[in-house]
């Protein structure tokens, strides 16, 4: 999206130049940095936007930084994920309370790299970057050949289930949309309950209908949208029929809450979800035994089965006075120290491929199951734009899978608001 772009890059221009006087401050006061002798001080906001299940655990973690830099403090905010890309691209654009370092989805990174509101990664960090983690990872923090965020967490889909449901419904976890239908109709005469729930309300969980339909949202390569193509009517299509065939119940409003409610009860035995929701999912009264949690792959479309490719990077604000311990800071927070911790407490997966030889990581039965999954994930276009595209298609996905409006019509209408988007694309 390149409407007001002239405003930003203005405050952008005087965000670096604030930093260029603020970078090199020595006096070790709140202004931040290092002293003459390389002692980090000052202090460090970070915006944090990970979900109840998780901030608890990331805000100790960012915390004990202090331990390392005891000079620096850690000013820990937990910002919701639905109001983070919004209310950072504020706090950058008018440099206003601004946080030093954000934890940004990685469909934010080229967005607001593109409006200048980034730092620029340090070489040598970059350089460890390509060298020790996961190359698709790596991916989502460059913008234009520059690196501007380091991964923090990987992730992709998968089919939550509920093991004792399925067991006693005779079924096994469903391989397709088709399989899904007959599973759910077995769950219903069983037990009366519902046999999946759709997020209805997120565009997010859109994208494996689409990639199972041999679909995207665009082709970045040749500046085309292709969500409203065969593919991706065939997708709305797959959407509305799991709810009308009765294989799945959804909500066009506060869909996380119900999800999760939903299946962690019992009312439904099954989701699809990523590893964000696992730590949530066991303090369910159905997985009190942690044994009858179950993950499959995502039920293949017509054509294939596609999870998206998701994740979090840390990045540091343009503006930042405490350049020096920001930097320190990200670097300590995508330790393989730190992702390991992660791993272990929350199920999350790390972005360090040596990461995956610790016995921590090795022993997460969550982790092995998603780390194939991430390796066949779809990777989706690191594009500027990219964040902007699922406010139109939620809109119309939602219609789409209510009802409110036909699979043909939700295509088009969310065509012609990429387009509005996408200036110049097909």
Not at 142 to 166: C, H, R, S, W
Not at 336 to 347: D, F, I, P, R, Y
Request: glycine share 10%.
């Amino acid at each position: 999206m390149r409407r007001g772009i002239a405003a930003t890059a203005l405050v952008a221009a005087l965000a670096l130049a604030a930093t260029a006087c603020g970078g090199d401050t020595k006096d070790g006061g709140d202004s931040g940095g290092a002293k003459a002798d390389g002692e980090l001080s000052g202090t460090v906001t970070w915006w944090d936007t990970s979900n109840d299940a998780e901030k608890a655990s990331f805000q100790k973690i960012a915390e004990a930084f202090t331990a390392k830099h005891p000079k620096v403090t850690v000013k820990y905010v937990n910002v919701p994920y639905g109001d983070a890309q919004n209310k950072v691209k504020n706090a950058f654009s008018s440099g206003s309370e601004a946080p030093d370092v954000i934890r940004a989805d990685v469909g934010w990174v080229a967005d607001f790299a593109s409006l200048g509101y980034l730092a620029e990664v340090p070489a040598d960090t970059a350089k460890k970057v390509d060298a020790e983690f996961l190359p698709q990872a790596a991916a989502s923090g460059k913008y234009e050949g520059k690196t501007y965020a380091v991964p923090q967490v990987i992730d992709t889909m998968g089919l939550f289930y509920n093991k004792k449901m399925l067991a006693d419904a005779g079924v096994e976890p469903p391989k397709t949309l088709e399989e899904v239908k007959t599973a759910a109709a077995a769950i219903k005469a069983k037990t009366g309950k519902a046999g999946l729930y759709l997020r209805g309300d997120d565009s997010y969980w859109f994208l494996p209908l689409i990639y199972g339909e041999g679909g995207d949202l665009v082709d970045a390569k040749n500046k085309t949208v292709t969500v409203d193509n065969a593919a991706g009517v065939k997708a709305f299509k797959a959407a509305r029929d799991l709810v009308t065939s009765g294989a799945a119940i959804t909500n066009a409003t506060d869909g996380w809450t119900n999800m999760q409610t939903a299946f962690k009860s019992g009312e439904a035995a099954m989701m699809i979800n990523g590893p964000w929701a696992v730590a949530d999912s066991y303090a369910g009264d159905q997985f009190k035994d942690k044994a009858n949690l179950g993950i499959a792959p995502v039920p293949a479309g017509s054509v294939k089965a596609g999870a998206p490719q998701g994740g979090h990077d840390l990045a540091v604000y343009a503006g930042s006075k405490n350049i020096a311990a920001a930097n320190a800071f990200v670097d300590y927070m995508t330790s393989q120290e730190v992702q390991v911790q992660s791993a272990k407490e929350l199920s999350l997966l790390p972005t360090r491929t040596a990461a995956y030889e610790q016995p921590e990581v090795k022993s997460s039965e969550m982790v092995q199951f998603f780390k194939p999954a991430v390796d066949k994930a779809v990777e989706r276009a690191w594009i500027p734009e990219n964040g902007s595209l699922f406010a139109p298609l939620q809109v119309e996905y939602t219609k789409a899978i209510t009802g409110a409006s036909s699979p043909e019509d939700a295509a088009k209408a969310a065509g012609v608001e990429f387009r509005k988007i996408l200036k110049g694309w097909k």
